[in-house]
C-alpha cells in the first residue's frame, strides 16, 4: 500500500506562489510515476501536471504549462508543485497521486484512471 500526504495549500493573492509537497510511504516511491490533480467546486477533477519516475519527462495541463513546475526528490519520497503567477481560477483542492510501476519506465500518465493511489488533497484559495 501506498500512502500519499498532501502539505503546503493556503491562502493567496493572485500572483503569489505556493509550493505543494506530496510525502508518500510505503510501496518503491523511486520507480512511480507520480501526478498532480485538481478539483474546483462544482467541478470535475483535472490534470495538473505530471512526472516520470526520476522527473526526466514532465507534462502540464495548457492552464498550466509556464506557471507550475512539477518536481520529485526520490531520496525524500516526496514530489512537488512549484505554482507561480496563481490566479483566482487556479483555485481548487489539489491532490497528487502515484502509478505503481515496478520498474523506472520513463513513463509520465495524465489520466485519472492509470493511477492507483491517491492523496487526500489540499485545498489552495487564490483570491483577486
Known amino acids: 500500500q501506498v500512502h500519499l500526504v498532501e502539505s503546503g495549500g493556503g491562502l493567496v493573492q493572485a500572483g503569489d506562489s505556493l509550493r505543494l509537497s506530496c510525502a508518500a510511504s510505503g510501496g518503491t516511491f523511486s520507480t512511480y510515476p507520480m501526478g498532480w490533480f485538481r478539483q474546483a467546486p462544482g467541478k470535475e477533477r483535472e490534470f495538473v501536471a505530471a512526472?516520470?519516475?526520476?522527473?526526466?519527462?514532465?507534462y502540464y495541463a495548457d492552464s498550466t504549462k509556464g506557471r507550475f513546475t512539477i518536481s520529485r526528490d526520490n531520496a525524500k519520497n516526496t514530489v512537488y508543485l512549484q505554482m507561480n503567477s496563481l490566479k483566482p481560477e487556479d483555485t481548487a483542492v489539489y491532490c497528487c497521486?502515484?502509478?505503481?510501476?515496478?520498474?523506472?519506465?520513463?513513463?509520465?500518465?495524465?489520466?485519472?484512471?492509470?493511477?492507483?493511489?491517491w492523496g487526500q488533497g489540499t485545498q489552495v484559495t487564490v483570491s483577486s
Open positions: 497521486a502515484a502509478k505503481m510501476e515496478s520498474y523506472a519506465s520513463g513513463h509520465f500518465y495524465y489520466r485519472e484512471p492509470d493511477y492507483d493511489y
Open positions: 512526472t516520470s519516475w526520476n522527473g526526466g519527462n514532465t
